[in-house]
């Protein structure tokens, strides 16, 4: 009965200290916001013209969304075929670094949420080695952010935002949620890579062990 007790008692405290539990739900929300962001199209929006008509486009870095194919408009969201197809290798460099960022947000994320239920899980030093995690995802996330615009020069983001539309001048187009949800993810990320180190308690020297 006592080490039923106990085990049930570990169960619910886990590894993480009352700061801890702050930074594993921020981790997660975190992670969440940038891997949305990641995802949808909707990095930028402009107006395309086909066949006199007017159509709302949207750019994210392997997504879009309505856009011209084979003398014809596609109305829908999609992502490039190829890897190569991606317009611009300022994209597809950011496709990599936004999604290794996103990868190692996620890997810390679940074993914060593994840490709230479990003990010895996170200690002090592993606390510490997530937080390196995390302000390296954040920092990768941030570069591709950066780079992103680089590759507004594209013929076919000047298709939509005008010709005058150059590296980091988006001409008549705008940023739209998507990116503002991605640097949000960044930004929470790198805050919690901070917190990380609060969030391990400090272990006993031993584990516990617990009769079947």
Same mark, same amino acid.
């Given at each position: 009965?006592?080490?039923?007790?106990?085990?049930?008692?570990?169960?619910?405290?886990? %590894?993480?200290?009352?700061?801890?539990? @702050?930074?594993?739900?921020? %981790?997660?929300?975190?992670?969440?916001?940038?891997? @949305?962001?990641?995802?949808?199209?909707?990095?930028?929006?402009?107006?395309?013209?086909?066949?006199?008509?007017?159509?709302?486009?949207?750019?994210?870095?392997?997504?879009?969304?309505?856009?011209?194919?084979?003398?014809?408009?596609?109305?829908?969201?999609?992502?490039?075929?190829?890897?190569?197809?991606?317009?611009?290798?300022?994209?597809?460099?950011?496709?990599?670094?936004?999604?290794?960022?996103?990868?190692?947000?996620?890997?810390?994320?679940?074993?914060?949420?593994?840490?709230?239920?479990?003990?010895? @899980?996170? %200690?002090?030093? @592993?606390?510490?080695?997530?937080?390196?995690?995390?302000?390296?995802?954040?920092?990768?996330?941030?570069?591709?952010?950066?780079?992103?615009?680089?590759?507004?020069?594209?013929?076919?983001?000047?298709?939509?935002?005008?010709?005058?539309?150059?590296?980091?001048?988006?001409?008549?187009?705008?940023?739209?949620?998507?990116?503002?949800?991605?640097?949000?993810?960044?930004?929470?990320?790198?805050?919690?890579?901070?917190?990380?180190?609060?969030?391990?308690?400090?272990?006993?020297?031993?584990?516990?062990?617990?009769?079947?």
């Amino acid at each position: 009965m006592r080490d039923y007790q106990d085990k049930k008692s570990n169960m619910v405290t886990g %590894s993480l200290t009352c700061s801890g539990v @702050i930074w594993s739900l921020l %981790s997660f929300c975190g992670m969440c916001l940038a891997c @949305i962001g990641f995802y949808m199209p909707y990095w930028i929006r402009g107006q395309m013209t086909f066949n006199q008509q007017n159509y709302t486009v949207n750019f994210g870095i392997f997504r879009r969304c309505n856009y011209p194919s084979n003398g014809m408009f596609i109305e829908e969201c999609g992502r490039y075929l190829m890897f190569s197809d991606i317009p611009s290798n300022s994209w597809r460099v950011c496709t990599i670094t936004v999604g290794v960022g996103c990868g190692l947000a996620m890997l810390v994320s679940f074993i914060g949420l593994f840490a709230c239920l479990i003990k010895d @899980i996170l %200690s002090k030093r @592993i606390g510490r080695f997530t937080g390196l995690i995390q302000f390296f995802a954040a920092l990768f996330i941030a570069t591709g952010c950066g780079i992103y615009p680089n590759g507004w020069s594209h013929r076919h983001v000047k298709a939509a935002c005008g010709f005058t539309s150059e590296e980091y001048s988006l001409g008549t187009c705008s940023i739209d949620w998507a990116y503002y949800v991605t640097m949000a993810g960044c930004g929470v990320t790198f805050i919690c890579s901070a917190l990380s180190y609060k969030a391990g308690k400090t272990k006993t020297g031993h584990y516990t062990t617990y009769a079947l």
